[in-house]
């Protein structure tokens, strides 16, 4: 069977697959896999082969759910963290360890991957990281000393890596974990980091490499364009430290951004040079092999073993082996091959979008450069650049489910740039390698190939803006269904293999052929469309609801009408983070998966990051009418925010006290703030808006980040209700949700949206003690993760991602002394760091 190997990849993913989205027993998956082994051996020799395939499949699914099931029970139950639980609250542990790879500058300090073998008194295996970012003038100094191998020792302020609970948006810290992250940190000072250990010879020659690469770049790259210097560099040698986040993101958007990561395509490259040098030197077929899979081994150990880089290299070491051997292998079984190795040795990576792209790009690159391959006609370059046309074009098509379900995007712009990219890419890297070989004896040469990885660099990154002036060829879209991705990957499959089935006849191979095409266009309309966010009659239910989005130490509310319409009241953000944009990465799938595809609107209560900093991600995905309150004129992040809304013709207005919206039978009225008698020049919390939800016996009130001042000035003024929900304002900061609020109030349920162990102690054990004390019942985002509050006008309704609800039976008095005890010690951690 010539796709057995294919098939047996096929198999093992599947199964790791399975293991990883289902509960399954290790040990039942061995036990099926020895049932299969047994029944395999039955079939071969009573001469039944179609046995013994259906077993080796089935055996092959058996051993990746096994492999599946062990490695994912490991990364769900970390060793690290249970042991941080353990320390005292403040978090600070002495940490020895092997760094990863080599230190890189980021923009709060030197960042370093330690794998801890010594965490406290106790020693670990080793196989857990932390990622620790080093403050202070001094780290950049060292950061030269701190390379990959080397052991090292530092005292550091550690915690989980930051998730967010909400249906529909990723398990980032679970993500982390399945590539061996567990805990993230920072260390005060450069003095504190203490090497311990130099690394083994190999990790301190291939770190000299490295350093003489960025030493040739900086002198002939950096002082032409420092953005080529830091895309050479990454292409090179795989760091990407000094590249800027927005031009990484640029060319995610755009398409292109697998030629920067070392990947299939670098590989290909540097092999096809190697073996271009064999034969100028004339080196014999069966030495020349062998000798460039050593080179690439090499080459992978300089770079660090990255899935692609991981991918790509075992996959040219077989094919370059069988090339020695004077043998023959169809491409796709050599793919299969390196993938079935990756995966048993390390199982997770079915998951990990890297794998999955570079394995899925690779497949469709080799099935099209065979057909190009066997089409004679033209000469050479038309055939070419033929090849690259239908490659790129390939690669999009069969990434388009991968790209939606990771990225929640979608591009075509990479059909047009790759034709470019990638020619360019291979200029880059060939003309850095000869700046980097010429540099120590032959400067002038070296700068004139500098000069040219430069220019080509230049182009790559100039590359991105083709997505800014024409943003339709990049689609964000939700995260298709697992049963949309199949079919259209199916649909897809079909259409390659079907002509080649040779026991169908040939009416019912173009039968088979047409309806895999119809069925992968349906599909991939469907992923684009996403009908599941259309605004449908049903969805018009009669009942309001308030969804508290999980955004961290944020504030986001989605509020759904009884009619239909939807508003977000804030959108979330991280201050001072490019990185994570939390409106892409989690406002937006938690607002899709809720069936939301457009917003009626977007109120921003105040200014703060923590309430903006998503904002431009939910205009370029939702389309809203932007409202805010006070102006701020001198606040940059407000007049970016505007002139970003301008540019993509938004309404923006304001709100101010007094004024009244009836939507779908709720009456919304904005208590908070009145217009301004003097112009701000700095955002202020009480300057936020104030927003009540009243529909027919129940009030919700949305208070922004007022202070207890603010509070005392409306508490006389709101009108009470039989059932009222409020939200607590400031995150549950101390200085607000004061006793004059609640007792005007009088609310049935509070909702905090806090943080998980934010440094601030929200919300306050006292300001927990005042709600508690007055018998409502307390929701947190930090621990319940997304909270609905749901009301048909009549009665109220609470349920949480975590599974608590309301109403619900009384609680102990356990429950509640516990919330108060975290919030307790967290408050004593942040005034022992004070």
Request: proline letters at 6%; a positive charge; aromatic letters at 4%.
């Amino acid at each position: 069977m010539p796709l057995l190997p294919v098939c047996l990849a096929l198999a093992l993913c599947g199964g790791v697959f399975l293991a990883l989205t289902a509960p399954v027993d290790p040990s039942a998956a061995l036990a099926l896999l020895a049932s299969c082994a047994v029944c395999a051996i039955v079939g071969a020799f009573r001469g039944r082969p179609w046995m013994v395939l259906a077993c080796a499949l089935a055996g092959a699914c058996a051993a990746g759910a096994a492999l599946g099931a062990h490695a994912d029970r490991h990364a769900r139950a970390p060793q690290l963290p249970a042991l941080l639980d353990q320390v005292h609250a403040d978090g600070v542990v002495m940490l020895g360890g092997v760094l990863e790879g080599d230190a890189s500058a980021g923009a709060n300090g030197v960042r370093l991957r330690l794998a801890v073998h010594r965490f406290a008194d106790s020693d670990v295996d080793g196989a857990e990281a932390a990622a620790l970012t080093v403050s202070g003038t001094l780290a950049k100094q060292q950061m030269a000393h701190w390379r990959a191998g080397r052991a090292v020792q530092t005292p550091a302020t550690l915690r989980r890596p930051a998730h967010y609970l909400n249906p529909g948006v990723p398990d980032d810290r679970l993500a982390l974990a399945r590539r061996g992250l567990t805990l993230v940190g920072s260390v005060k000072s450069a003095t504190l980091v203490r090497i311990q250990a130099p690394g083994t010879w190999r990790h301190e020659r291939a770190a000299d490499l490295r350093a003489h690469v960025r030493a040739a770049l900086a002198a002939h790259v950096l002082p032409r364009d420092p953005t080529a210097a830091a895309i050479a560099t990454a292409i090179l040698i795989g760091d990407r430290a000094g590249l800027d986040p927005l031009l990484e993101k640029r060319l995610q958007i755009a398409g292109t951004y697998h030629v920067i990561a070392i990947s299939g395509g670098n590989i290909a490259v540097l092999t096809v040079i190697l073996l271009g040098l064999t034969r100028l030197l004339r080196v014999p077929v069966w030495l020349g092999g062998p000798l460039v899979a050593l080179l690439l081994v090499l080459h992978a150990g300089l770079v660090g073993g990255g899935a692609s880089v991981a991918r790509a290299t075992t996959m040219a070491v077989i094919y370059l082996g069988l090339r020695a051997l004077d043998q023959s292998a169809w491409s796709l079984n050599t793919l299969a091959a390196a993938v079935v190795g990756l995966v048993v040795a390390r199982p997770l990576a079915v998951v990990d979008p890297g794998f999955v792209l570079s394995v899925g790009a690779t497949a469709a690159i080799i099935v099209i450069a065979a057909r190009v391959g066997s089409d004679r006609r033209g000469n050479a370059w038309r055939r070419a650049a033929l090849g690259v046309a239908a490659a790129s074009m390939a690669t999009e098509l069969v990434l388009l489910p991968v790209s939606a379900t990771f990225f929640n995007r979608v591009t075509v712009a990479g059909l047009l740039l790759n034709l470019a990219a990638v020619p360019l890419m291979a200029l880059v890297q060939v003309a850095a390698s000869l700046t980097v070989l010429a540099h120590p004896a032959a400067p002038a040469a070296a700068s004139a190939c500098g000069a040219v990885a430069a220019w080509a660099a230049g182009g790559l990154a100039a590359s991105a803006a083709l997505v800014e002036w024409v943003p339709w060829l990049a689609v964000r879209t939700p995260a298709p269904a697992i049963w949309v991705a199949a079919s259209y990957l199916c649909g897809l499959a079909a259409v390659v293999v079907g002509p080649h089935l040779r026991t169908l006849p040939g009416r019912w191979s173009r039968r088979l052929r047409r309806s895999s095409v119809g069925a992968a266009t349906v599909c991939a309309v469907w992923i684009l469309a996403a009908p599941s966010t259309w605004r449908w009659p049903w969805r018009a239910d009669g009942r309001l609801r308030i969804v508290a989005l999980d955004v961290g130490q944020g504030d986001a509310t989605l509020v759904e009408f009884p009619n239909g319409d939807r508003w977000l009241v804030d959108a979330g953000g991280l201050p001072g983070s490019v990185a994570l944009d939390i409106g892409e990465r989690v406002v937006a799938p938690a607002l899709w998966v809720r069936g939301t595809g457009r917003l009626d609107a977007l109120v921003l209560t105040h200014g703060d990051p923590d309430h903006v900093g998503g904002a431009a991600a939910v205009i370029d995905d939702f389309a809203p009418a932007i409202f805010d309150g006070i102006p701020v004129p001198a606040h940059v992040p407000l007049a970016t925010l505007r002139d970003h809304a301008r540019a993509r013709n938004r309404r923006w207005g304001r709100l101010a006290r007094g004024d009244v919206w009836m939507v779908g039978g709720v009456r919304l009225h904005v208590w908070h703030p009145s217009a301004p008698d003097w112009e701000r020049q700095r955002v202020r919390n009480d300057d936020s808006i104030v927003i009540e939800l009243r529909y027919r016996d129940v009030s919700i009130v949305l208070p922004g980040d007022i202070s207890a001042e603010v509070e005392r000035a409306l508490a006389s003024e709101i009108p009470p209700a039989p059932h009222r929900v409020l939200k607590g304002a400031h995150h549950g900061s101390a200085t607000s949700t004061s006793e004059d609020w609640l007792e005007a109030l009088r609310p049935e349920v509070v909702v905090f949206s806090c943080g998980r162990e934010n440094r601030y102690g929200h919300p306050a054990p006292a300001v927990l003690r005042r709600v508690l004390g007055r018998g409502a019942d307390v929701f947190r985002t930090d621990e319940d993760g997304q909270v609905v509050v749901e009301t048909d006008g009549a009665t109220v309704r609470v349920s949480t991602f975590g599974g608590r609800a309301f109403p619900q039976p009384p609680r102990s008095g356990h429950s509640t002394n516990t919330t108060i005890a975290k919030a307790r010690r967290r408050e004593g951690a942040k005034d022992q760091e004070d």
